[in-house]
T-cell receptor, first 114, second 116 residues
Framework: GENVEQHPSTLSVQEGDSAVIKCTYS??????FPWYKQELGKRPQLIID?????GEKKDQRIAVTLNKTAKHFSLHITETQPEDSAVYFC?????????????FGRGTQLTVWP | EAGVAQSPRYKIIEKRQSVAFWCNPI?????LYWYQQILGQGPKLLIQ????????DSQLPKDRFSAERLKGVDSTLKIQPAKLEDSAVYLC??????????????FGPGTRLLVL
């Protein structure tokens, strides 16, 4: 099956700085890569996703890049704000026998200091 | 549009007891997922239903976990008997199509289970 590695596990930045979280995946057939934000005690919420036929996608302060050759994708948050503090999860969706199961990384705890 | 609903939100039981969780997906969503999220880790899929049929239960510990989605809408997940290592948040999610579709999965608020 798919294996998703996520780094770093914790990330602290000053308000206004940028934050980058990186993920790698093992199954070259994976074709869909969502990112979820989970605030303490709340449900994971999709913040951005990217499909394998696209190299980059941006939504206001959030962007995701995908390198299919290297099998890695990254989340970029610019002009960080304290409300960006949360745990961020990357995921990859396979196309093989798993019938589209989402495999999640272990998460990155982002803390934005005012 | 109403989101994914789950109950209860919290449950504390002793080991060897049984427990059941309920999920109501977003109306019209064909696919329903149950995930287990252990503290400090990402969600791990336990079982996936498409309508009322099981699509993937390869990660479900079938000796103690069971799940059903009888009418293709609501679902229940049961643990019997519970072990200490079952302490986790159980998340339900749904998506419109499922399968290999590149679509969003919407999560419920989860049930936080503590086994003593």
């Amino acid at each position: 099956g798919e294996n998703v590695e996520q780094h770093p596990s914790t990330l602290s930045v000053q308000e206004g700085d940028s934050a980058v979280i990186k993920c790698t995946y093992s199954d070259s057939a994976s074709n869909y890569f969502p990112w979820y934000k989970q605030e303490l005690g709340k449900r994971p919420q999709l913040i951005i996703d990217i499909r394998s036929n696209v190299g980059e996608k941006k939504d206001q302060r959030i962007a995701v890049t995908l390198n299919k050759t290297a099998k890695h994708f990254s989340l970029h948050i610019t002009e960080t704000q304290p409300e960006d503090s949360a745990v961020y999860f990357c995921a990859a969706k396979g196309r093989g026998s798993t019938l589209g199961r989402l495999y999640f990384g272990r998460g990155t705890q982002l803390t934005v200091w005012p | 549009e109403a989101g994914v609903a789950q109950s209860p939100r919290y449950k504390i039981i002793e080991k060897r007891q049984s427990v059941a969780f309920w999920c109501n997906p977003i109306s019209g969503h064909a696919t329903l997922y149950w995930y287990q999220q252990i503290l400090g880790q990402g969600p791990k899929l336990l079982i996936q239903f498409q309508n009322n049929g099981v699509v993937d239960d390869s990660q479900l510990p079938k000796d103690r976990f069971s799940a059903e989605r009888l009418k293709g809408v609501d679902s229940t997940l049961k643990i019997q008997p519970a072990k200490l290592e079952d302490s986790a948040v159980y998340l339900c999610a749904s998506s419109l199509l499922g399968g290999r579709a590149e679509e969003t999965q919407y999560f419920g608020p989860g049930t936080r289970l503590l086994v003593l």
